[in-house]
Structure formats: structure tokens, C-alpha cells
């Protein structure tokens, strides 16, 4: 199935203290790690960010919220508003480690649902999912609303949900799923990245 890759890089990052996408973790930053995998792996890449000029030197298309900086919802509505693709795959800028024969499987599995999400660790991973457009409808109206938690979302989205057991076979999901959040979680990210990338 053809996909939309997409790059959410809207967070700020509080308790970094810079953003989080440009934590260097080899010669390359996190989201230069990033670009590369998706360019190699989807037909469109996109980088969806309040602050565009941050990553024009990269190559690929950057769009802002058309709802400004109203989380990750506003991110996600406007990933799916600009994707060429009825198909997208959205990933947190914080996850440098994802294996893409999970994301393969996951489009896989899309067929007929919303969105095909995750679970790792009893939580729902709504930033390292697939959506297809035709859940934009629900994403706007929860905006217009002002109703910002994505578990919200998903209990209207008819989802498909991944049981962690289900991903195990593609590789550890704890490092797959890993995300830099803080400082500690990117000296560790450092670590893994010598063998991971």
C-alpha cells in the first residue's frame, strides 16, 4: 500500500531544553536520521512543524497546523490534510530507532479501519501510527471543539489496535518505540545508536 510518511516535529520539547529533533545522536541529528529512512522507504515524506525554517535545509516538504499550535491533533489533522496519500504513517521526531518491517505490517493491516495504532506497555502509541484520511473529518471537529486528547479520538476512530506480543517478532519493541524525552532517555538513545544505526 502506497503511504505518506510523516514527521511530527510540533512538540517543545520542555523538558529537553532544545529540540528534541536536533538532538545529535551520531554525526547526525534525530530528525536527519529520520528524512533518510523515510525518503528511502515512502514516496512522499512530510514534516509537519510550527517552525518551517528550522528544517528547510532538508529536502523534503514542511507544513504548519492549519489549527496553530493545538497539539498533536492539530499535527496529525494537517498531516492527513496535506498528504498526497489516503494513507499516512506518523512518527514522533523523539523516535530514532523505528523498524520499518513493523510499519509495513502495520499498513498491512489498515484495510478498512481508521487508523492502525500500536500498544506498548498498556498504552496506545498514537504518535507511531498509521491513519487513513478519511478519519480527518473526526480530527477537525475535535479541534473546532477544542477537544485535544488523542485517547478521545480513538474512541470514536474505528482502530485497529496492536498488542505488543503481535510486534515482537520484528525486533524488541522497547527499542523499535523508543523515545527521547529527556536527557537521561538521550544519553541512553546514544548508546543504542551505535548498534541500531
Do not use: W
Amino acid at each position: 500500500m502506497k503511504a505518506s510518511g510523516i514527521i511530527l516535529a510540533g512538540g517543545k520539547s520542555s523538558r529537553m531544553h532544545f529540540n528534541k529533533a536536533f538532538a545529535r545522536l551520531t554525526t547526525e541529528t534525530v530528525i536527519e536520521i529520520l528524512v533518510k529512512k523515510f525518503k528511502v522507504h515512502f514516496d512522499e515524506t512530510i514534516i509537519i512543524s510550527n517552525d518551517p525554517e528550522l528544517y528547510s535545509e532538508l529536502g523534503v516538504k514542511v507544513y504548519t497546523d492549519i489549527y496553530a499550535r493545538l497539539g498533536p491533533v492539530a499535527g496529525i489533522h494537517s498531516a492527513l490534510s496535506h498528504a498526497n496519500n489516503d494513507a499516512v504513517f506518523l512518527l514522533g521526531c523523539d523516535m530514532p530507532f523505528v523498524n520499518f518491517e513493523t510499519i509495513d505490517y502495520m499498513l498491512g493491516k489498515l484495510n478498512g479501519y481508521d487508523s492502525v495504532v500500536p500498544e506498548i506497555k498498556g498504552r496506545i502509541q498514537p504518535t507511531a501510527a498509521i491513519y487513513h484520511r478519511k478519519s480527518l473529518p473526526i480530527f477537525a471537529r475535535h479541534l473546532e471543539e477544542n477537544k485535544l486528547k488523542l485517547t478521545l479520538i480513538f474512541n470514536e476512530m474505528d482502530a485497529l489496535i496492536l498488542e505488543e506480543n503481535d510486534l515482537q517478532r520484528f525486533g524488541k519493541t522497547e527499542e523499535s518505540f523508543f523515545n527521547i524525552n529527556d536527557q537521561e532517555a538521550l544519553e541512553k538513545a546514544i548508546v543504542m545508536a551505535r548498534r541500531l544505526l
